[in-house]
T-cell receptor, first 115, second 113 residues
């Protein structure tokens, strides 16, 4: 069964460093998403991506964040200068249709720890 | 603003007992409703979804949920839980024309042998 994969499973970085979280969505999906979950809190929407551009982003997704689909298979989330409060589990998701209509398939997540 | 409330952070039930996890949402129109499950070290798996029609929705793993518009609720139920059901359960709302879903804080289910 096709699935969304994410690498690495755990990333530890120093404050101020850049990190790139990688995702491989399901191959025929068109819509891509990043969510995050700070420990003990709810899963929060960060950004959605369709047709090679951001379709919606939350207030969390500030200038320190960027997304890219560099090669037609990977979907990446970059944090330019990490802060302590960026420590969280980051989930990638993909879907064939818009979130309100179709099912989003989630990856297993990348746990980011900022020291 | 749209929101999802799961009032129970932890629930413990005995294996074989029935289960109900509560979910309330805040949204002006009829939303699209989801329940996801997350096992340790795993991603979020969709259990079931409600878009329209029959308000009682059947999902995978023997779960069902009932949409009650008057109560703005979408509670998840299972008649008899198994030890493998121990996980975190998230209720979520999808907003038409918006390209995201909004999650509740989750309910962690513990199963007693």
């Amino acid at each position: 069964e096709p699935e969304v994969t994410q690498t690495p499973s755990h990333q530890v970085t120093q404050m101020g460093q850049e990190v790139i979280l990688r995702c491989v969505p399901i191959s025929n999906h068109l819509y891509f998403y990043w969510y995050r979950q700070i420990l003990g809190q709810k899963v929060e929407f960060l950004v959605s991506f369709y047709n090679n551009e951001i379709s919606e982003k939350s207030e969390i997704f500030d200038d320190q964040f960027s997304v890219e689909r560099p090669d037609g298979s990977n979907f990446t989330l970059k944090i330019r200068s990490t802060k302590l409060e960026d420590s969280a589990m980051y989930f990638c998701a993909s879907s064939e249709e818009l979130a309100g209509v179709g099912e989003q398939f989630f990856g297993p997540g990348t746990r980011l720890t900022v020291l | 603003a749209q929101s999802v409330t799961q009032p129970d952070i932890h629930i413990t039930v005995s294996e074989g007992a029935s289960l109900e996890l509560r979910c309330n949402y805040s949204y002006g129109a009829t939303p699209y409703l989801f329940w996801y499950v997350q096992s340790p070290g795993q991603g979020l798996q969709l259990l079931l979804k409600y878009f329209s029609g029959d308000t009682l929705v059947q999902g995978i793993k023997g779960f069902e949920a009932e949409f009650k518009r008057s109560q703005s609720s979408f509670n998840l139920r299972k008649p008899s839980v198994h030890w493998s059901d121990a996980a975190e359960y998230f209720c979520a709302v999808g907003i038409n024309r918006d390209d995201k879903i909004i999650f509740g804080k989750g309910t962690r289910l513990h199963i007693l042998p």
